[in-house]
């Protein structure tokens, strides 16, 4: 298994910016892919982006134009950058990964067999 860990999160003013971070533990950070999703209490684990080893992304429709994200294969390291910030975006997000690559089901968390503690985003 693949060692997740989150940190970038905090509060901000709506229309502020976070960036998020994912470092893993896992020496071939390749052909992982890696996804971000975030959970308000309550509800179910949203799938906010997807990255695939080769760089291929897709957005969840909330978070389009609003967020990237992109990761640095040198550092074993997945970001999600964070603009626009709007209340409705205030949840705990985490990072996941598996060993595929797929845009029919990139949003279900099910999918994923590794997962970070998350960190929590605060807009207000």
């Known amino acids: 298994h693949v060692q997740l860990v989150e940190s970038g999160g905090g509060a901000v003013q709506a229309g502020g910016s976070l960036r998020l971070s994912c470092e893993a533990s896992s020496y071939t950070f390749r052909p992982y892919c890696m996804a971000w999703f975030r959970q308000i209490p309550g509800k179910e684990r949203e799938g906010v982006a997807s990255?695939?080893?080769?760089?291929?992304?897709v957005y969840g429709d909330s978070v389009k134009e609003r967020f990237t994200i992109s990761q640095d294969a040198a550092k074993n390291t997945l970001y999600l950058q964070m603009d626009r910030l709007r209340p409705g975006d205030s949840a705990m997000c985490y990072c996941?990964?598996?060993?595929?690559?797929?845009?029919?089901?990139?949003?279900?968390?099910?999918?994923?067999?590794?997962w970070g503690q998350g960190t929590q985003v605060t807009v207000s």
């Open positions: 996941a990964t598996r060993t595929y690559w797929s845009v029919y089901n990139w949003f279900d968390p099910s999918k994923y067999p590794d």
């Open positions: 990255v695939d080893a080769d760089g291929t992304t």
